[in-house]
């Protein structure tokens, strides 16, 4: 599983049921839109801090950023 695409699908899906673009996250994270924008493609790696202040920012648990889906999208949900 490459965490940096599941990352960015995660923070991709997050960010568009919350209704916000990468513009919205920018002025709210402080990242820049070029980072974020990465992100969601899967070409960042980033560190522990940076998920908890995007999470932080998206107004969800840094948990939901790194919870395995089924690689469309769709969230993994034991049962």
């Not at 599983?1 to 995660?10: E, I, P, S, T």
């Not at 960010?15 to 070029?34: H, I, N, P, V």
């Not at 070409?43 to 107004?59: D, F, H, M």
Request: cysteine-free.
């Amino acid at each position: 599983m490459d965490m940096r695409k599941l990352v960015g699908r995660n923070f991709a899906r997050l960010r568009r049921e919350k209704g916000l673009t990468q513009e919205d996250l920018e002025a709210r994270s402080g990242f820049s839109q070029q980072y974020l924008s990465g992100l969601e493609r899967g070409k960042r790696n980033p560190s522990i801090v940076t998920l908890y202040e995007i999470a932080q920012a998206l107004g969800v648990s840094h948990v939901e950023l790194v919870t395995p889906d089924d690689g469309t999208g769709d969230r993994i949900v034991p049962s």
